[in-house]
């Protein structure tokens, strides 16, 4: 079964090699200071434009405001900064290099058409402040971006402004405690299943609203009576996984979405897990009121090292009249205006519309998918899942015995035997050329290795990784250290995370 | 579709393996009356050049070169080339929140060099990893000085951009709900510009968790900061101050006797895109980094003694701390706090002052050539600014930016939207890349109002 990870069956070395290990064999990196280090006093790497304009006397127009001490930015020639960047980007793993299985952040391929439509100078370089009549290419973006996720997710209407994911739970809840309000009824909790992710509970309280933890049942999903006794008349909503973060769509969410009405709760949906659903069901239809999307995650726009994200939020129309201001309305002559006159609004949750560098990477996607396209995407990202699952469920434990969608989340209960945890295991696939799936998440599963392969992944690639993960689950039994030290072959060792937060050292400073 | 690397045939093996007899089994899940058996009601597939070819024609809808002299929270500065040619390599692009440090020390590496340039513009110890913009960072830092102090009190100048403040209150809601109105507006000198120091100090008590000013603010006026912090430290209120022109810092004196900063770092080389993405941060003194939403980067060591960066304090963070994290923040800004480090590396020590220099130099000229015409004039000439200044005109400012889009030039904003007592003014921004005969075009056009006006 492991011959893919033998040097002769990959076809790139040759007989008796010892370095290749799986897809890797090691390379150079090269060293590279803080650009700080770097940096020598009269060296420039910019040129500005000849001043057209009489040049002035700062300190003569900003008195005491002048800055008299610069800021010690370091002093580099061009070609030395791309060097340092260029070496930097070496040290990271990257989508664009190999599979990025990281559970419920759907790392999957981010299409260069998107760089290249969100750079076309109209787009890139429009002002917000520009009047709308200027603004009218713009504005075909967002509308035609936002009919398409209203589409997608059956809902009635829709705002784009948050700034990530975590931003449009908070709107979303916003909404909820807006329409709560309206109707002369403010409640006080908010009721997050155990196996959510720490925004959910974050934005709730964040918001206003105490936490109530409901537990998972023996399937990890939502346990229907234990839901029923605990909503009542200040229950304002349930915030909701689905598919849950142990990738197991919520089969009864019809009767959860009754139970929370019959009580006048909100259900809310936290749209990470939108991969394994788009173009096969749609929340709207299955009784979510509002929900948010992740556009870096579903649909494709660059996780970036970390963001930038962008969230927007759905939802009936009964919550419209709360949504943040401005929204887009189309006038008489079809001409297109923001409209900021909405009494009911929650208010802003962002300056200006919204990170719409992300609207248009994401639109051009939805264009180049189109519905058939889509739905094979979302095929594909559940095929995937299963894949993993059918091929390493006879080595790693399977918590929940329940149909997986888009991800796949095993425990590492069996190589706790060896002293071996999930986050050993996650180390030691760097080794095999892989970045690791979602460590000890979610909290229901003691030792959580959570992964989600994407559709992104051809079944080669696919095959490596499992050759990987089973050659990884032989080398607990036979010599646990060789897990437990890894990674063997990375720039840098496990490094130490304790000193570093018992004395953060957040900031190079000049040696005196 | 061009971005699935499989065949049918292979679908089908591995369904196979899977032993599912269709795809559908896959999704058996889900109850039937919700499984869409349609398809969806959006856009046909397209092709790539059908793709390029449809935001081409959109972005085409209006005249790509206009000189546009709006500012106000997002100003255009050139950006060096090389800023998108680096950010575009995929190892930074398609990288994510750098969990797994051992194969993320490039991402944690250029974030750490970012938090110290930050630190070392704004005057502060610490910077963070970047927050979603100066907006939402504004209402971070300002729920980061009610958890500092414990106190509920939020002073904000009515000079603060108005978008930020609106988006403050929208944070402040749930606390207002259950203790009245916590976030006050102070107003403005009509003379200067400036934040109502006595009026401040009249508001300023021992329930303020902060004042908050903008600095340059709304106005494009430099605030009096040493005076500001002094009124709110008496009380034991912190000082923020947030600041939506970074670029200012190269000559501008930074707000050292803050306790927190909160930066939008749009200026430094992140395109104007429509108001987004851009770069929040929030910087702050060494006593308060425990108080701190958003991730931060620490320096270590491995196993081996060789330097690394890790994510640090996470127990300040949701992930861990879920409902009593100090946000819910989780994705930020990364790659965009990327291009701002390039930006600041390219420019350096005396680029950055130089730059602030033409800046001042532009605007200075500008502010000039424009209040000498007719029925024109500076408003808030008591105090300094950086490159935006308010003009006041008799003439309707409709008429005139009439003429100035006949020359293809978008004018100054009107600041009546959120200043009733500001009818006739506008809100003038101009950066390095404005050429003179631009502003010498608008002067004409600006002075060239009808005798009946």
């Known amino acids: 079964m492991s011959n893919v990870l033998t040097p002769e069956a990959s076809g790139t070395a040759p007989a008796g090699d010892t370095r290749t290990l799986g897809k890797v064999r090691p390379h150079q990196t090269q060293n590279e200071a803080l650009v700080f280090e770097k940096s020598s006093p009269g060296k420039k790497a910019y040129r500005l434009a000849q001043l057209d304009v009489p040049a002035v006397d700062p300190g003569a127009l900003l008195g005491d405001a002048v800055r008299r001490e610069p800021g010690e930015l370091p002093e580099l020639s061009e070609i030395e900064i791309i060097r340092h960047f260029t070496r930097l980007s070496t040290w990271n793993y990257a989508i664009d290099l190999g599979m990025y299985p990281l559970g419920s952040c759907t790392m999957k391929y981010n299409p260069r058409v998107n760089e290249l439509v969100a750079r076309i100078e109209g787009l890139a370089e429009a002002h917000p402040y520009r009047p709308d009549f200027l603004a009218q290419g713009q504005l075909d973006v967002v509308d035609l971006l936002q009919k398409c996720l209203i589409e997608i997710t059956g809902m009635d209407a829709i705002t784009m402004q948050p700034a990530a994911g975590a931003h449009g739970e908070f709107t979303g809840i916003l909404l909820t405690r807006a329409w709560h309000q309206s109707q002369g009824d403010p409640r006080r909790t908010v009721i997050i299943p155990d196996s959510a992710h720490g925004t959910n509970p974050a934005t709730a309280a964040i918001c206003g609203y105490s936490v109530e933890n409901l537990k998972s049942n023996a399937e990890g999903g939502i346990d229907l009576e234990a839901l029923a006794r605990q909503v009542n008349d200040q229950t304002a909503a349930l915030m909701l996984t689905n598919p849950s973060t142990i990738g197991v769509f919520e089969s009864q969410i019809h009767k959860i979405a009754e139970i929370l009405h019959a009580n006048g709760a909100l259900l809310y949906m936290d749209g990470a897990n939108m991969n394994a659903l788009c173009g096969k069901t749609r929340p709207g239809d299955f009784g979510v009121d509002v929900m948010h999307l992740n556009l870096h995650k579903t649909f494709s726009t660059p996780h970036g090292g970390g963001g930038p994200g962008c969230g927007p939020v759905a939802c009936k129309a009964f919550l419209e009249p709360f949504l943040p201001i401005p929204v887009l309305v189309k006038d008489e002559n079809g001409d297109k205006h923001w409209n900021y006159d909405r009494p009911q609004s929650v208010g802003r949750v962002r300056a200006f519309f919204g990170n719409f560098g992300m609207f248009v990477r994401a639109l051009a996607y939805i264009l180049a998918n189109g519905p058939d396209g889509l739905r094979q995407t979302t095929e594909d990202a559940v095929l995937n899942a299963n894949y993993i699952r059918k091929k390493l469920e006879d080595v790693y434990d399977l918590p929940y015995n329940t149909p997986s969608m888009h991800e796949v989340v095993f425990s590492d209960r069996r190589q706790l035997k060896n002293g071996v945890r999930t986050g050993d295991i996650a180390k030691r696939l760097i080794d095999y050329g892989f970045h690791p799936y979602t460590v000890s998440f979610p909290l229901i599963v003691h030792g959580a290795l959570m992964i989600e392969p994407t559709e992104s992944e051809s079944r080669e690639e696919l095959d490596l990784f499992v050759a990987a993960m089973r050659q990884i689950a032989r080398e607990v039994e036979e010599n646990p250290q060789l897990v437990l030290d890894a990674p063997h072959s990375t720039r840098v060792s496990r490094l130490d995370e304790t000193t570093a937060a018992r004395k953060p050292i957040l900031r190079y400073r000049k040696p005196a | ?453």
């Open chain 2, 1 to 453: 579709m061009r971005y699935l690397p499989k065949s049918d045939a292979e679908r089908a093996a591995m369904l196979r393996e899977i032993g599912a007899s269709s795809i559908d089994d896959l999704f058996a899940v889900i109850p039937e009356e919700y499984r869409l058996a349609r398809d969806l009601d959006i856009p046909r597939q397209m092709g790539e050049s059908e793709i390029v070819e449809w935001f081409r024609s959109a972005a085409a809808k209006y005249t790509v070169r206009h000189t546009s002299f709006l500012g106000a929270g997002v100003y255009r500065h050139y950006r060096p080339c090389i800023i998108d040619s680096l950010v575009q390599r995929g190892e930074f692009l398609t990288s994510y929140t750098p969990y797994q440090a051992e194969i993320t020390q490039g991402t944690l590496q250029a974030i750490f060099e970012f938090q110290t340039m930050i630190a070392e513009l704004t005057g502060m110890d610490v910077a963070n990893a970047s927050m979603y913009d100066g907006s939402t960072g504004a209402a971070e830092a300002v729920m980061m000085a009610v958890r500092v102090t414990g106190r509920d009190g939020v002073l904000v100048a009515r000079t603060v951009h108005p978008e930020y403040r609106e988006v403050m209150h929208t944070y402040a809601q749930h606390r207002e709900a259950e203790t009245g109105d916590v976030m006050r507006e102070v107003g403005y000198d009509p003379d200067s510009g400036r934040i109502d120091l006595a009026a401040l100090e009249a508001a300023v008590t021992d329930q303020t968790a902060c004042v908050l000013v903008q600095s340059p603010n709304f106005f494009g006026i430099i605030e009096d900061i040493p005076a500001i912090a002094d009124i709110a430290h008496k009380k034991g209120a912190l000082l923020v101050v947030s600041i939506a022109e970074a670029i200012s810092l190269g000559i501008v004196r930074p707000p050292v006797e803050a306790d927190i900063v909160s930066m939008e770092a749009q200026s430094f080389g992140v395109a104007l895109c429509y108001g987004g993405p851009y770069c929040g941060v929030i910087a702050a003194k060494e006593k308060y980094v425990r108080q701190m939403p958003g991730r931060l980067v620490g320096q270590t060591t491995d196993r081996n003694g060789y330097r690394g960066f890790v994510l640090t304090l996470s127990t300040r963070e949701q992930h861990i701390r879920r409902e009593k994290a100090t946000s819910n923040i989780c994705t930020n800004q990364a790659l965009v706090a990327l291009m701002a480090t390039i930006f600041l590396t390219v420019y350096g020590k005396e680029g950055i002052r130089e730059l602030a220099e033409h800046n001042l130099a532009k605007s200075a000229y500008t502010a000039q050539v424009l209040a000498a015409g007719p029925g024109a004039r500076l408003r808030f000439t008591g105090a300094p600014r950086f490159h935006e200044f308010v003009l006041h005109t008799d003439e309707d400012p409709a008429a005139w930016h009439h003429r100035l889009h006949e020359e293809k030039i978008v004018g100054g904003l009107e600041l009546n939207r959120w200043y009733p007592e500001l009818d006739h003014a506008t809100l003038w921004c101009t950066t390095e890349i404005v050429p003179r005969e631009k502003i010498d075009i608008a002067a004409k056009q600006l002075a060239a109002v009808s005798v009946e006006a």
